[in-house]
């Protein structure tokens, strides 16, 4: 039971930790959208917690962000892409716990797992905008300003997450919810 109450309270402060991250932002994109570090919590929680809870709180957390900033017209996709930009960090810890090499946030699986996300993120929203707004637009948005979100979350991925590794903190996360 304790295990359970600890992957869920997890799995909200990631969750909040993604809307937050949603929600500052630092520069409007061409489809009135904008750039923001949440994508980068995504990342850890996908790190950190068991598949099932880190794609809720990737997920959930960005959805609601759209709500929260007056686009809920954009929920339904980032609900999806955001599912979708968690799955190469799930599937890379998959491979590493049968490795016995799951105890760090950053490493050379986890920065190349950078290179899937990305392109999930321009590719997923190229296909929204293309649904929503039609292709001159959608084009244009992709290859301007599509790639800066993923450009400065992977940064700012790699910085925390190198923070966290030095205090042990994805050791200290798997000993709370019952993973060691």
Known sequence: MKTKTSKITY???????????????????AHSGYTHFGDSMIYIASCV?????????????AALADI?????????????IKA??????IFI???????NKDDKIISVYTILMLIPTSLVTIFGYLVAELIMYGTKFAFVSAFTTGWLQPTGSLIVFIIVGLALDK???????????GEK
């Open 68 to 80: 929260l900033t007056g686009a809920a017209n954009w929920a339904i996709p980032t609900l999806i």
């Open 167 to 177: 205090l042990n903190f994805k050791i200290k996360i798997q000993k709370a919810i």
């Open 49 to 61: 917690l068991p598949a099932p809870y880190a794609l809720l709180a990737s997920s959930a957390g």
């Open 84 to 89: 979708l930009n968690a799955l190469p960090f």
């Open 11 to 29: 799995t909200g402060i990631f969750m909040a930790l993604v809307t937050v991250g949603t929600i500052i932002h630092i520069a409007p994109s």
């Open 93 to 99: 810890r998959i491979y590493l716990k049968k490795m």
